[in-house]
């Protein structure tokens, strides 16, 4: 099992309950149950991985992690990454 870093709620404009939860992105299927979140925002965390200089290992490590986003995510949620910018590696 993954160690989460990081775990607090926050309020958003007295509306919204938001946690945030930093960990390994690689474990996300570990941390989390199947088709529990209508959000995931994801920032920086593809900018830290954009370094690994095989472009074959890169794409393979990428598209890892998007299978487990996509794992947690329920049908029809959102993904928003406020990071990629390397083109070819996401397509």
Known sequence: M????????????NILNIIVICGDMNRLNELF?????????EKASFDSIFSI???????????????KIHYIMKPNGI????????KGIIN
């Open 33 to 41: 149950e199947k088709n529990i979140f209508d959000l995931v925002i």
């Open 2 to 13: 993954s160690k989460v870093y990081f775990s607090t709620p926050i309020k958003c404009n």
């Open 53 to 67: 200089p095989n472009e074959e290992d890169l794409k393979r490590l990428v598209r890892n992690i998007f299978n």
């Open 79 to 86: 993904f928003i990454s406020v990071s990629i910018k390397k």
